[in-house]
């Protein structure tokens, strides 16, 4: 098992910078890589960036060039950097762990963007 808590969304403006954290616990050893997710209201949950054990990063077209994930594997925390937000950035953000027997995730955090 691995469990999962994200932390850092909140209420921004358009343009504005948040910064998401997740916060690893469990069989961590047994985690190829994490990912970030997000939920709109409406829509289906959608990928949003991943990050290898390796180091290796991957990001959706919406998000390249604006959003930046990265590791700290002292603190087996991930975060998710995400400038020049949008109003179509207004989801709940959900962290991803990957491992063999399967997925884990966490509970969410709201990210809203208005002004």
């Known amino acids: 098992q691995v469990q999962l808590v994200e932390s850092g969304g909140g209420l921004v403006q358009p343009g504005g910078s948040l910064r998401l954290s997740c916060a690893a616990s469990?069989?961590?050893?047994?985690?190829?890589?994490m990912a970030w997710y997000r939920q709109a209201p409406g829509k289906e949950r959608e990928f949003v960036a991943t990050i290898t054990s390796g180091g290796g990063t991957y990001y959706a077209v919406a998000v390249k060039g604006r959003f930046t994930i990265s590791r700290d594997n002292a603190k087996n925390t991930v975060y998710l950097q995400m400038n020049s937000l949008r109003p179509e950035d207004t989801a709940v953000y959900y962290c991803n762990a990957k491992t063999i027997p399967g997925d884990f995730w966490g509970q969410g955090t709201q990210v809203t963007v208005s002004s």
């Open positions: 469990g069989r961590i050893r047994d985690v190829n890589s």
